[in-house]
């Protein structure tokens, strides 16, 4: 990729241009590269960064997973909780009798 105003094949990437490439002869931006396009294309915004990439496929497969998590999780979650030992009785007796 040769500079268009100097004819330069040096190159590099400028930290203070957030990596885009320049001429390493005279410092000009090459801008509307193809190197800069495919670095603009590949780049993942939003939350989809968080996820791998994966083929359709796979990601037909996660989403499915992720459905059937969250449904087994809302069935959890509308269980009446069970004490795990039953309760010893009152040595008084019942709370709920009145005291005479």
Known sequence: MACPSCGSWA???DRSLAGRMVCGRCGRPLTGT????????????GW???????????????WWALIALLA???????????????RAPSPIGT?????F
Not at 48 to 62: K, V
Request: hydrophobic share 35%.
């Open 48 to 62: 989809m960064r968080l996820l791998p990439r994966l083929p359709r496929r796979n990601l037909s497969r996660r």
């Open 11 to 13: 190159v590099r990437a």
């Open 34 to 45: 193809v190197v800069e396009l495919e670095q603009h294309r590949r780049r993942r915004r």
């Open 72 to 86: 087994i999780s809302a069935l959890l979650a509308t269980l009446p909780e069970q004490p795990s030992r039953p």
């Open 95 to 99: 709370p709920d009798a009145p005291l």
